[in-house]
Nanobody
């Protein structure tokens, strides 16, 4: 069994910063890509940032220059540093990991339960 647990969400004023963290635990052989996605009320879930095992990153245009994704492969964690936050960044943020539980299995996508980020104007 695999668990992804997010932390670090909360309420912040526009222009402020938050740091989200996600820890993967359980029976894990290897984690490939990890990432953060967000879903605002009434909208679809969209990619915010992803990072490969080797550290290659990809960002949504709306967060480039403001958000930074990082990971620690030894600890199975991924982080999202969010600076210069805007009210439009308000959403539930979800951690995602593509991982395999054993070396004989193919990678599967796992999701955390989400953490709420609210940016007030």
């Amino acid at each position: 069994q695999v668990h992804l647990v997010e932390s670090g969400g909360g309420l912040v004023q526009a222009g402020g910063s938050l740091r989200l963290s996600c820890a993967a635990s359980g029976s894990i052989a290897s984690i490939a890509a990890m990432g953060w996605y967000r879903q605002a009320p009434g909208k679809q879930r969209d990619m915010v940032a992803t990072i490969s095992r080797g550290g290659d990153t990809n960002y949504a245009e709306s967060v480039k220059g403001r958000f930074t994704i990082s990971r620690d492969n030894a600890k199975n964690t991924v982080h999202l540093q969010m600076n210069s936050l805007k009210p439009e960044d308000t959403a539930d943020y979800y951690c995602n990991a593509n991982l395999r539980q054993t070396w004989r299995e193919s990678s599967r996508s796992y999701w955390g339960q989400g953490t709420q980020v609210t940016v007030s104007s």
